[in-house]
């Protein structure tokens, strides 16, 4: 089983800027891509970035030039750094791993419980 575990969320102002983490532990083989996705209010979880093993990455639109995901391998961590932050960032930020677990080396989807961003204005 493979857990991950979110810090780094909190309040803060308009143009202010946040780092989460995300740390993964448990029976882990590899993990292919870890990821960052957010609910707003009232609304669905959206992608906000992701990034694979390789270092490619992947953001939404609404966040490029102001977040930027990055990963530690050697210790399964991935990062945001989120900044220039809007109101409209604010929700509930989940990170995500996927990849095989050292077990029949079986594939894993596995969340975390989420963080909460909050930005005022």
């Known amino acids: 089983q493979v857990r991950l575990v979110e810090s780094g969320g909190g309040l803060v102002q308009a143009g202010g800027s946040l780092r989460l983490s995300c740390a993964a532990s448990?029976?882990?083989?590899?993990?292919?891509?870890m990821g960052w996705y957010r609910r707003a209010p009232g609304k669905q979880r959206e992608l906000v970035a992701a990034?694979?093993?390789?270092?490619?990455?992947n953001y939404a639109d609404s966040v490029k030039g102001r977040f930027t995901i990055s990963r530690d391998n050697a210790k399964n961590t991935v990062y945001l750094q989120m900044n220039s932050l809007k109101p409209e960032d604010t929700g509930v930020y989940y990170c995500?791993?996927?990849?095989?677990?050292?077990?029949?080396?079986?594939?894993?989807?596995?969340w975390g419980q989420g963080t909460q961003v909050t930005v005022s204005s």
């Open positions: 995500n791993g996927r990849g095989r677990e050292t077990t029949w080396l079986r594939e894993f989807d596995s």
């Open positions: 990034i694979t093993t390789g270092s490619s990455t």
């Open positions: 448990g029976s882990i083989f590899n993990i292919n891509t």
